[in-house]
């Protein structure tokens, strides 16, 4: 192997175990916001309530959970938000 060729696959190492550690970071604001998401399509489905997912909407939720979603139910409930 040539000096170029052991750069290379250094940075490429480099490269994919920053996407892992990456992934690895965003994995419970995934969750989170999937776990929402159902919440809110649930009460959609069930209730009829109705809210918009627009990205604050989804940055509550990511951030919050379910909690979140039950505070943008409620806050749409009430007329305050969304």
């Known amino acids: 192997m040539t000096g170029l060729e052991i750069l290379l696959l250094v940075l490429v190492l480099v490269v994919v175990l920053g996407a892992a550690q990456l992934v690895q970071t965003a994995r419970p604001f ?12 649930l009460a959609q489905a069930v209730f ?35």
């Open 30 to 41: 995934i969750v989170n916001a999937v776990a929402g998401l159902v919440v809110l399509y």
């Open 48 to 82: 009829g309530v109705g809210v918009a997912v627009t990205p604050i909407v989804l940055a509550i939720v990511a951030i919050g959970g379910v909690p979140g979603s039950v505070l943008v139910i409620v806050l749409s409930l009430v007329g305050i938000a969304f």
